[in-house]
């Protein structure tokens, strides 16, 4: 059975297990798809720390194949999402029961080991159940939706008011339309053109080019007033300076982006603009409220090109997939289907 293991830098080995559950509460799954990730790409070329071995792997959905007799709500054939995210256990708030709240939140493939095996064996609360309404493909993006959702939440916005979105890229994209959802508006800024007729095809009616004009449109766009808040997304070929620029004084400003390959700000702009800085990296507890927004169509994930390969060398679609990462081609959205 394959289970491919991150022994050190770009040294990925196929090394076969075999999994069994050991207690009543855990449950044994079938891997059916997973999708490769920017996170697998900088784990695998050690531009994110992580300690080996390690099982990359962040985003997969699965069939349950065993469930323990106190497996509430999941039997063995439920089609289940594989949490991305997990409580630290050792911070405050966990260790008071308020595991929600955690500080250290743990990431699949970098912190524990992920979903780049055949088996995998979890507590079943580890996993999210899935309705027949949200189709795999779409539960891969669950994250993503999420970490959009987090954003939403912690910015506290009132409808109408105006975001910029930097960066319009897969996970840009969809935080603008997360936005759009909640009667936000977003004002997306791309240097692809590609990308910002994506954007406009999925309804986002502000889509600028990061320009000489791209101030003087923003203007415009919020009557003068500039923006209430920029978000820098992930994947973003653009400089970060361009968001300070973008939004009124006192806002808020959101780096959505891996802790270990964010830009550097000029933290100039931020005092002198009196402007309110954090980051939102993890959709933790967000899973059910994504998997509802799906399940009402509210997100479309069909605007990024897809490619499902049943046949594949992972090292080689790693050191594929690296160039993109500094590159303004829009990558594939590589699914490997492990159920043939």
């Known amino acids: 059975m394959d289970n491919w293991i991150l022994k050190g830098v770009k040294n990925l080995v196929n090394q076969p297990a075999s999994v069994n559950i050991t207690s009543p509460t855990q449950i044994k799954v079938k891997v059916s798809h997973l999708l490769l990730t920017d996170y697998d790409v900088l784990l695998y070329n050690g531009m994110m720390e992580t300690s080996y071995p390690r099982i990359l792997g962040r985003a997969a959905v699965g069939i349950v194949t065993e469930a323990g007799e106190k497996c509430y709500g999941i039997e063995k054939g439920t089609r289940v999402y594989f949490e991305p995210a997990r409580a630290c256990g050792e911070c ?3 260790k008071n029961g308020k595991s929600k709240d955690c500080r250290e939140v743990l990431s699949a493939g970098k912190d524990f080991d992920g979903f780049m095996r055949d088996f995998v064996v979890c507590e079943y609360n580890e996993v999210a159940p899935l309705p027949a309404a949200v189709d795999d493909f779409h539960a891969l993006c669950i994250e993503t939706i999420g970490i959009a959702q987090n954003i939403y939440d912690k910015l506290n916005l009132t409808a109408g008011q105006k975001v910029a979105v930097i960066g319009s890229g897969f996970s840009g994209n969809i935080i603008a339309q997360v936005l759009l959802y909640h009667k936000i508006v977003p004002v997306v800024i791309d240097n692809s053109p590609a990308n910002l007729e994506r954007a ?141």
């Open 200 to 340: 406009k095809n999925c309804g986002i009616y502000y889509a600028f080019a990061a320009d000489d004009d791209l101030e003087e449109n923003v203007k415009a766009a919020t009557a003068g007033n500039m923006c209430d808040a920029a978000i820098y997304c992930s994947g973003s070929r653009l400089p970060v300076s361009v968001a300070p620029r973008l939004v009124a004084d006192g806002k808020s400003l959101v780096l959505s982006v891996p802790s270990t390959n964010a830009p550097s700000l000029d933290v100039t702009a931020v005092i002198e603009r009196n402007l309110t800085v954090f980051g939102v990296n993890n959709s933790y507890g967000y899973t059910d409220a994504v998997i509802n927004m799906l399940m009402h169509n509210a997100v479309n994930i069909d605007f990024t090109e897809r490619e499902v390969l049943t046949e594949y060398s992972l090292s080689e679609l790693l050191d594929e997939k690296t160039p993109l990462i500094n590159s303004e081609r829009q990558g594939k959205m590589t699914v490997l289907k492990m159920i043939i």
């Open 92 to 94: 405050l708030p966990c």
